[in-house]
């Protein structure tokens, strides 16, 4: 799996102001390197390593540490999520019903690996443990609505939907 996004970073001046005004208010605080990439997640959705140098930066932290306190952890994601979040569930029940096939499947149509985001933002691709639909094996979800009992010969259709 790919850390990096292949997606450009589109960054605003006011998603900019807003964490660096939120770093300098809490510069200080004892351990606030982890609560900055949470609320630089929460302002981007995602933390490419521009935000990264913006809270290494304002903290006067080498760049080297962020990184690692944003690779380390699973909650913070390097590349943008997509407009549509595809996650595919790889719990014992989906697996062995299929889902991981439908996984690889998913990353030859789309172009990416799991983790990632289609070059146009439209897609991205998750793997999950179990969404408690077990009866539907194997499942997937696309932001909130769910599809199961698939074969993958009907994902061309379920993506033609988005």
Known sequence: MRRFSTVPFKGTKE???QLRSWLE???AMPGVAMPALQKAQEIYGYLPIEVQRIVADALDRPLAEIYGI???YSQFSLCP???YKIS???GTACYVKGSGKIYEALQQKLGITGGECTAD???SLDACRCIGACGLAPVMTINDDVYGRLTGDE???ILAKY
Do not use: I, N, P, Y
């Open 121 to 123: 933002g439209k897609f």
């Open 25 to 27: 208010e809490h510069k």
């Open 155 to 157: 994902l061309d259709s």
């Open 70 to 72: 944003s690779t380390f």
């Open 81 to 83: 999520k997509g407009e």
């Open 15 to 17: 998603q900019e102001a």
């Open 88 to 90: 595919v569930c790889l």
